[in-house]
């Protein structure tokens, strides 16, 4: 588990990526957002951060610690335009924090927190076990796009009750590893876990 865990869930979140935007990709090319320059740039810049999560997990399975470093690098670049082109789509596309749906409104937390993770991330880099634990929290905060769109796919399934399950499924299965490797769960860990459900509960009251 250890070896692992982190390459399986970065295969794992771009999967689901992939699943969630099939139709930009494959299904329906025609639609208006794909002729949208914001909304190409941005999707653009998301699967390319995946694509490096994959990467980078890939060759620190393989103890390529060296090709880790120098993709690094080129992965906090990627990271600063998640944040830049994300926070441009929220104030293109939503009028107001009144017009945002219940759902939605936490992502502007979460991207804030994403940011803030990233750049601790690359404070820490020397560290590993925080750095790591930064960089996968901070993902973790952007899945509901990822969430609702791939799930919605299913006949039947109750978004409601879906989404918080498997959202919720990931942060315990970085407690699992924890516990497995460190034998207790890491402090990024479950204050991470803790500042999720604040910024639900902050974003439905007010």
Same mark, same amino acid.
């Given at each position: ?7 399986? @869930? ?12 099939? #139709? ?11 002729? #949208?320059?914001?909304? $190409? @740039? ?8 995946? $694509? ?82 930064? @960089? ?24 409601? @009750? ?15 590893? #924890? ?28």
């Amino acid at each position: 588990m250890r070896k692992y865990y982190f390459s399986v @869930i970065s295969i794992v979140v771009l999967l689901l990526s992939l699943l969630a935007f099939s #139709d930009n990709l494959i299904t329906d090319v025609g639609q208006e957002s794909n002729h #949208d320059p914001k909304f $190409v @740039i941005h999707g653009i810049i998301l699967l390319l951060w995946m $694509v490096i999560f994959v990467i980078q997990t890939t060759f620190i399975r393989k103890d390529n610690l060296e090709a880790h470093k120098k993709l690094g690098i080129a992965g906090m670049i990627v990271a600063a335009g998640v944040v830049i082109s994300t926070f441009y789509i929220f104030i293109a596309t939503y009028k107001g924090w009144g017009n945002l749906a219940f759902y939605a409104r936490p992502n502007r937390f979460f991207m804030v927190s994403f940011a803030v993770l990233i750049f601790a991330a690359y404070k820490y880099r020397k560290i590993p076990e925080k750095h790591k634990r930064l @960089i996968l929290v901070a993902i973790f905060y952007m899945l509901e796009p990822i969430l609702s769109r791939s799930l919605d796919m299913f006949v039947d399934v109750n978004l409601l @009750i879906s989404i918080p399950l498997v959202w919720n499924a990931f942060f315990i299965s970085l407690f699992v590893y #924890d516990w497995v490797t460190i034998r207790k769960v890491h402090f990024i860990s479950y204050m991470g876990f803790i500042w999720f459900y604040a910024v639900w509960v902050i974003s439905f009251l007010t």
